[in-house]
């Protein structure tokens, strides 16, 4: 998958889900990282808390389910 096709893809990184928010060269994001986001938010209660993974430890999953 291209760099910019990733934002979005639900990738699984050991046991946990979580979406891809950011790639190496965007700001703060390291070479060969993704940022992900596990639906945590900062301190200040209201910001996402993305956390930057080595690209080798994440899996892209290839469906989801939805409800409403």
Not at 1 to 27: A, C, E, K, W
């Amino acid at each position: 998958m291209t760099t910019g096709n990733v934002l979005g893809q639900f990738v699984r990184v050991g046991s946990d889900v979580g979406v891809i928010v950011g790639y190496h060269g965007m700001p703060d994001v390291p070479e060969d990282h993704y940022a992900i986001w596990y639906g945590q938010l900062a301190e200040d209660g209201s910001t996402p808390l993305a956390r930057t993974v080595p690209v080798e430890y994440c899996v892209f999953v290839d469906r989801h389910a939805l409800y409403h």
